[in-house]
């Protein structure tokens, strides 16, 4: 597979197609069906800040210019099989020296259940590393996020460690874990690693 130059990667905007979904880049017509997936009760609870308020217009704006940023890449996740947007994917805080960036993704609820996250993070990581030539992609996520940790868990990325009541959310403090996946790994295992076996040794009292 041909690499494309890292200084360039994050301006292309590509069309990745799997089995089940196509990531696409957004224009300012996905706004409507992100204002809804966005005010999806289990997004509004593991993503975003809940006191920021979307409007549609600027929803708009957002997903309108996702196109033209050269230092991140934001693609919408599509039902391949009825082209219907069900969520987004993104690469960001890139660190072109040590060719390193961020991911984040949400799945709104036509998306869940049927492998279309999975697959969505399988196919963006694959082109990072794949295509841009990136050797590590990292994640946060809110520790009690057991959905979102069992798909990065499923395509690869490990768990660094968790930052204890870091985030303060309607007066409760939540902890907050760190994964990331690195190029070799990728390599070796494509985004499909073997299940990790529980230690079965017998504590000792």
Known sequence: ???????????????????????????????????????????????????????????????????????????AVTDRATGRLVGEVVLYDWDPEHRSCTFRTLVGPEGRGRGLGTEAVRLIVGHGFERLGLHRIALDLFSHNHRARRVYEKVGFVEEGVARQSVLRDGQWYDSTLMSVLAPEWAEHQGRPRPRLRNLTPTVR
């Open 1 to 75: 597979m041909t690499r494309e130059p890292l200084a360039a990667g994050f301006s292309a905007k590509p069309v990745l197609t799997g089995e089940k979904t196509v990531l696409r880049p957004f224009t300012a017509a996905d706004a409507d069906t992100m204002a809804e997936i966005i005010d999806d009760p289990e997004v509004r609870r593991f993503t975003g800040d809940p006191s920021n308020e979307l409007t549609v217009d600027s929803l708009r704006s957002w997903y309108g210019s996702r196109s033209a940023q050269d230092d991140r890449l934001d693609l």
